[in-house]
């Protein structure tokens, strides 16, 4: 008798042990599954909106480009939710973040990044910037030294010790005062090889082109006078390893990087334009698995 009371309390202990499993990871994936969408004021009062999915060590971060917003990595969100706590911003001026600010700068978005850290308590963050954010993830490597491990550009970075004229400056940002959303578009449309899906093309020329002028003119602005003045002392000083997923559409001055950053490591995607993570999700999450893992085993040998 007593050894069937064993077998029973076994048995018991066993069956409560498979539901909780069961429903813990019911819990996480519920977790995965639905986003929890918050906001935060930045520095100077901007409201910043951003995403939350999923559970895991560590956070991703991914900061959308020029006009662009978070929805610009709806396919990485749901591909490294799985395993990763992944987070979106809209940076102010841009998606569901407020308006209001007088200048559009990196420097002032890696602040707003940092805020966003600093909200959610994240203690352990690899940030991914495409375009012009991979100015601002560097930026706000230098200012969250302690908690990054690494940084990915996204298309970015391709010749750093490039200086824009005020000649050049002038003639460049001339059609955008004219007429922004047809300078815009103009632009955007050029950022694709032949092969891109037309749709897709016109998807993000549409978008990107209806951003508000000020913030946009702004933006190319403040981009051209941080890499004109602080891009390279901001590699000097963010001590993170930098690596980058590119297009091979345009070549990326590696050697050139490697003078100023701690370490600096390229993948390139063929067949694809500017917007990697958009034109060939599948090949893209592939290659950003592999770097986020390669920085994850990086940060473990320290």
């Given at each position: 008798?007593?050894?069937?009371?064993?077998?029973?309390?076994?048995?018991?202990?066993?069956?409560?042990?498979?539901?909780?499993?069961?429903?813990?990871?019911?819990?996480?994936?519920?977790?995965?599954?639905?986003?929890?969408?918050?906001?935060?004021?930045s520095e100077d009062g901007i409201p910043i909106s951003y995403q939350v999915r999923g559970i895991g060590k560590p956070a991703l971060v991914f900061v959308h480009g020029w006009c662009?917003?978070?929805?610009?990595?709806?396919?990485?969100?749901k591909f490294f939710a799985r395993n990763y706590t992944v987070v979106t911003v809209d940076l102010p001026g841009h998606g569901d973040s407020g308006m209001g600010r007088k200048e559009w700068t990196i420097p002032a978005y890696g602040k707003d990044i940092a805020v966003v850290e600093k909200k959610l308590g994240l203690n352990q963050v690899i940030l991914v910037g495409h375009s012009i954010g991979g100015s601002v993830i560097l930026e706000a490597a230098r200012r969250m030294?302690?908690?990054?491990?690494?940084?990915?550009?996204?298309?970015?970075?391709?010749?750093?010790?490039?200086?824009?004229?005020?000649?050049?400056?002038?003639?460049?940002?001339?059609?955008?005062?004219?007429?922004?959303?047809?300078a815009t578009a103009n632009m955007v449309r050029n950022m694709f090889i032949p092969s891109t899906d037309s749709v897709l093309v016109e998807k993000i020329v549409i978008d990107m082109s209806s951003a508000p002028p000020e913030v946009g003119i702004g933006?190319?602005?403040?981009n051209g006078n941080y890499h004109n003045d602080e891009l390279l002392q901001t590699?000097?000083?963010?001590?993170?390893?930098?690596?980058?997923?590119?297009?091979?559409?345009?070549?990326?001055?590696?050697?050139?990087?490697?003078?100023?950053?701690?370490?600096?490591?390229?993948?390139?995607?063929?067949?694809?334009?500017h917007f990697v993570m958009m034109e060939d999700p599948e090949t893209f999450n592939r290659l950003l698995e592999e770097t986020v893992q390669k920085?994850?085993?990086?940060n473990a040998a320290k």
């Open positions: 008798m007593r050894k069937k009371s064993k077998i029973i309390i076994i048995l018991t202990i066993l069956v409560t042990s498979s539901i909780y499993l069961v429903l813990i990871t019911g819990c996480n994936r519920q977790q995965s599954a639905n986003p929890v969408i918050g906001t935060v004021l662009c917003d978070k929805s610009y990595w709806d396919s990485q969100v030294p302690d908690t990054i491990i690494g940084i990915i550009g996204v298309d970015t970075f391709h010749n750093v010790e490039l200086k824009y004229t005020p000649e050049f400056t002038d003639t460049y940002l001339a059609p955008f005062y004219d007429d922004f959303a047809e933006e190319l602005i403040g590699f000097r000083e963010a001590q993170v390893p930098i690596r980058c997923i590119n297009s091979d559409k345009v070549p990326t001055d590696v050697e050139t990087i490697r003078k100023y950053a701690l370490s600096f490591e390229v993948k390139y995607m063929p067949d694809v334009g920085l994850i085993d990086l």
